[in-house]
C-alpha cells in the first residue's frame, strides 16, 4: 500500500493557509479576508511529482500556549497525531509577531517549512525581506509567496516532494542536528530561543522529571512541555498531573516556585521569544521606499471611527439586509418562485400526478397535497428559503472578502460589553444571520467558556438565520411601522436577556484584539466561490431536514399524535392573542427555523398586523432549530444548553403575551 506523507499547515489567523490548501488539495475551504474562519480541522488529498500527500489545515494558532477553542483544536492535532512536516505560514510584513510560533514549533521537535506570504502587500508598505538571510537566521527551509495568485505554490510543491523522498535517508533531516530537547542555539541545525539562567534551570528540573520520554501520545518534546507548564498552560498541567502522579508534586512545587516574584517565568517566556523575533525581523526586513497610503487604507481606517464607521453600517443593514434580502430575496426572487412557479405550476402538477399514480390516500398524502414531501418540503427548501439564504451569502461574502467585517468588529466592541461579549463575537453573531447552527460551531473562536455560553445563548434567543430574516422582512416590509415593533422587540429582549445573563455568570468580557487586514475590492471569483460553498453546504443540510420534517409531519397525522401536539400549541397560541392556524408554524420552526419562517409566510395573509407582530416576535425569540439546538448540547453541556433553551421559551412566551395584550389596544385595526 502507498505510503502517504502527512503535512499538516499552521499560522495565525488570517495569514492564507486556507488558500495554501486549496492549492495543494484543489479542495475549497471558507476562506474569508478576516480571522477565525477556520475553527475545524480540514483533511483533503493531493498528489504531485508521482506522490500522494494527506494535507491537514488546521485553525489560526497564535502560540503553542492555547487561548480559545480553535487554538487547542489545532494544538490537539500537532500533540495527538504523526506528521512528516509542518508549513508554518507567515504574514511577511508582521514577521515579529509570527516568528514566535515558528520558535515554538521548533523547540517542540517539528520539522518545519516557513512559508512567508502576502509578499506583495509587504512591497506596498515599502519593505523588502531577505528571505535567504531568514532561512539562514532560522536554519530552516523558507519559500517566498502570494498564495492567492499561486505565487510560491510550485516550490512548496517541490520542496515537499524532495522530503517525501528523502524520508528515511539523509539530505532532508526531519530535525536539525541539534535534538529537539537541547536548549539553544544553531549548532548547525534550526535556532532555537535561549531564555535566562532562571527559566533554563527550571526547564532542566522539569525535562529530568518528565523521565525519558513525553507522556503517552504527546508528540511535543519534553522542553517544549516543561515550556508549557512554566507558563501555567492548563490542558499541559491536566496531562502531567494525570500521567506523571508519582513526580507531579515535585513538578508542581518547581512551577510556583519559578512564577513567584515580580518577574515569573510565566511572563519571561514569551518575553524572550517575542524579543528575538523582533531582532530577527529587524535583521531580515528592510525599507526599500516610502509607503504611500492607498484609497484602501485610508478607508479602511475611517470605518473603524464612529463617525464614519456607523453610517456605513446603517447603510449596509438598509441596502444589504433590507433592499437585497430582505425586499428583493425574501420578496421578488420567493414570489416568482414560490407564487409563480411553485403554486401556480408545479405542486398542482404534482398533486394530479401524484393522485393518478398511486390509488393509497396513505401514499397521496405522503408525496402531495398540503403536507406532502414534494409540495411542501421541496417547495419550502427550494422555492422560499433558497433564495433567501443565497441572497444573504452573497452579500456577506461581498463584506468578508472586502476586509470590513474586523473593522466592524473593532466598531461593535464597545456596544457588546454589556452583553458580556467583546467584538470578536460579532463573527459568529454574523454568520447566525446565515445560519445558526454554523454560527454555533463558531463560536469556539471566543477565548472563554463564559463568551462562548453568552454568545451561544444570543444566538439562541435572538438573532435569526437568514431565511427567517427575509420572511420577516419580507411579510413586514408593507407594513413599516410593524417592521418597527418586531425590530425594536426582539433587540429589547435581546439585551435585556443578554444583559441579564451577563450580570448572572461570573466573569467578565475578554479584552478584544483582532488582525485587521487590508481593506480590499472584492475578487468576483472569490466571491463566487464563497457563496457556492455555502450554499452547497447549506443545501446539503437543509434539503434532507426540510423532506425529513414532512415525513415526521406525515407520521404524526397518520399516528395521531400530530393533533395532539396542535392542540396544545394552539391553546398556547390562544393566550397569546394568535389564532390557532399559527400553532403549526411553531412546530415548523423547532424542526428549523427557516421551515417555520415559510409557514408564517403561508399564513401572513390571513393575519392581522398585530397577530403578524405578535407571531414575528415569538416565533423569532423561539427555541432554536433541532440541529442548532443539538449542537448547542454538543458544545456547551446539558446543564448550559438546557438553561439557555429555558430562558428562550420563556423570553419568547414571555414578549408574545405582552404585545399581545398592548398591540390591539394601542393600534386596533388600523393599517401600519
Known amino acids: 500500500m502507498e505510503r502517504r506523507f502527512k503535512v499538516a499547515i499552521v499560522g495565525c489567523p488570517n495569514v492564507g493557509k486556507s488558500v495554501l490548501f486549496g492549492h495543494l488539495t484543489g ?58 512536516w509542518l508549513v508554518h505560514v507567515v504574514d511577511g510584513k508582521n514577521l515579529d509577531r509570527m516568528l514566535p510560533l515558528t520558535f515554538q514549533l521548533v523547540e517542540a521537535g517539528f520539522p518545519v517549512l516557513v512559508v512567508v506570504n502576502m509578499l506583495d502587500e509587504v512591497q506596498a508598505a515599502g519593505l523588502e525581506v531577505d528571505l535567504g538571510a531568514l532561512s539562514e537566521c532560522l536554519g530552516l527551509p523558507v519559500v517566498g509567496a502570494v498564495l492567492t495568485r499561486g505565487v510560491g505554490v510550485p516550490e512548496i510543491k517541490a520542496f515537499l516532494g524532495r522530503a517525501a523522498r528523502s524520508v528515511g535517508r539523509p539530505g532532508l533531516p526531519r530535525r536539525g542536528p541539534a535534538g529537539p530537547e537541547q536548549p539553544c542555539g544553531r549548532v548547525g541545525g534550526p535556532l532555537r530561543p535561549a531564555y535566562d539562567r532562571r527559566t533554563e534551570r527550571a526547564v532542566a528540573v522539569l525535562t529530568t522529571l518528565l523521565g525519558a520520554h513525553a507522556p503517552h501520545g504527546r508528540r511535543l518534546s519534553r522542553r517544549a512541555l516543561a515550556l508549557l507548564c512554566l507558563q501555567e498552560d492548563p490542558d499541559t498541567l491536566d496531562i502531567l498531573r494525570s500521567e506523571r502522579l508519582d513526580r507531579w508534586p515535585e513538578m508542581a512545587r518547581v512551577v510556583r516556585e519559578s512564577n513567584r516574584g515580580p518577574h515569573p517565568v510565566r511572563h519571561r517566556i514569551p518575553l524572550a521569544l517575542h524579543h528575538l523575533a523582533r531582532e530577527m525581523a529587524s535583521a531580515c526586513v528592510r525599507r526599500v521606499s516610502d509607503p504611500r497610503p492607498t484609497a484602501g487604507q485610508v478607508l479602511g481606517d475611517l470605518l473603524m471611527r464612529p463617525v464614519v464607521g ?28 414560490d407564487r409563480v412557479l411553485f403554486l401556480g405550476l408545479v405542486n398542482p402538477w404534482l398533486d394530479r400526478t401524484v393522485d393518478r399514480l398511486f390509488a393509497s390516500e396513505v401514499w397521496r398524502e405522503l408525496l402531495a397535497h398540503e403536507y406532502g414531501v414534494l409540495t411542501l418540503g421541496l417547495r419550502y427548501a427550494v422555492a422560499i428559503v433558497l433564495p433567501i439564504v443565497g441572497t444573504f451569502f452573497l ?48 463560536t469556539r473562536t471566543l477565548e472563554t467558556r463564559r463568551e462562548r455560553v453568552l454568545a451561544t445563548f444570543v444566538l439562541a434567543l435572538g438573532v435569526p438565520c437568514s431565511a427567517q430574516l427575509g420572511v420577516m422582512m419580507g411579510v413586514l416590509s408593507g407594513r413599516p411601522g410593524a417592521l418597527g415593533v418586531w425590530a425594536l422587540c426582539v ?19 475578554a479584552p478584544f484584539f483582532t488582525e485587521v487586514p487590508p481593506l480590499r475590492l472584492p ?8 457563496t457556492a460553498a455555502r450554499m452547497a453546504w447549506y443545501f446539503r443540510e437543509v434539503l434532507p431536514v426540510f423532506l425529513a420534517a414532512s415525513v415526521l409531519i406525515w407520521l404524526g397525522r397518520m399516528a395521531g399524535f400530530l393533533p395532539v401536539v396542535l392542540a396544545g400549541l394552539a391553546a398556547v397560541c390562544v393566550r397569546l392573542g394568535l389564532p390557532k392556524e399559527t400553532a403549526v408554524v ?3 420552526g423547532f424542526l428549523r427555523r427557516d421551515y417555520g419562517a415559510a409557514g ?29 439546538t443539538v449542537l448547542m448540547y454538543r458544545e456547551r453541556g446539558p446543564v448550559a444548553a438546557t438553561a439557555i433553551l429555558a430562558a428562550a421559551l420563556g423570553a419568547a412566551l414571555g414578549s408574545g403575551y405582552v404585545l399581545g395584550r398592548i398591540l390591539p389596544l394601542v393600534w386596533g385595526g388600523a393599517p401600519w
Open 27 to 84: 479542495r475549497y475551504t471558507a476562506v474569508s479576508n478576516y480571522p477565525g474562519t477556520t475553527v475545524e480541522i480540514a483533511r483533503g488529498t493531493g498528489r504531485w511529482d508521482g506522490l500522494t500527500f494527506e494535507v491537514v489545515d488546521t485553525p489560526g494558532l497564535y502560540s503553542l500556549s492555547c487561548v480559545t477553542e480553535e487554538e487547542k483544536a489545532a494544538r490537539a492535532l500537532l500533540m495527538s497525531e504523526p506528521v512528516d
Open 310 to 337: 456607523l453610517p456605513v453600517l446603517a447603510g449596509v443593514v438598509y441596502f444589504g439586509l433590507y433592499r437585497f434580502v430582505g425586499r428583493f430575496g425574501a420578496g421578488t426572487l420567493v414570489d416568482a418562485l
Open 395 to 442: 452579500m456577506f461574502s461581498l463584506l468578508e472578502d472586502s476586509g470590513y467585517l474586523p473593522r466592524l468588529a473593532l466598531l461593535a466592541d464597545r456596544v457588546l460589553k454589556p452583553l458580556g461579549l467583546s467584538g470578536r463575537a460579532l463573527i459568529p453573531l454574523t454568520l447566525g444571520l446565515g445560519c445558526g447552527t454554523m454560527a454555533t460551531l463558531v
Open 491 to 509: 433587540a429589547g429582549a435581546l439585551v435585556a436577556a443578554g444583559s441579564a445573563a451577563a450580570g448572572l455568570l461570573p466573569g467578565r468580557a
Open 523 to 530: 475578487h468576483p471569483r472569490n466571491v463566487w466561490r464563497k
Open 586 to 588: 411553531y412546530l415548523f
Open 600 to 628: 408564517l409566510y403561508d399564513l401572513a395573509p390571513a393575519l392581522s398586523t398585530p397577530s403578524l407582530v405578535v407571531a414575528s416576535v415569538t416565533l423569532t425569540l423561539f427555541v432554536p432549530c433541532l440541529a442548532q
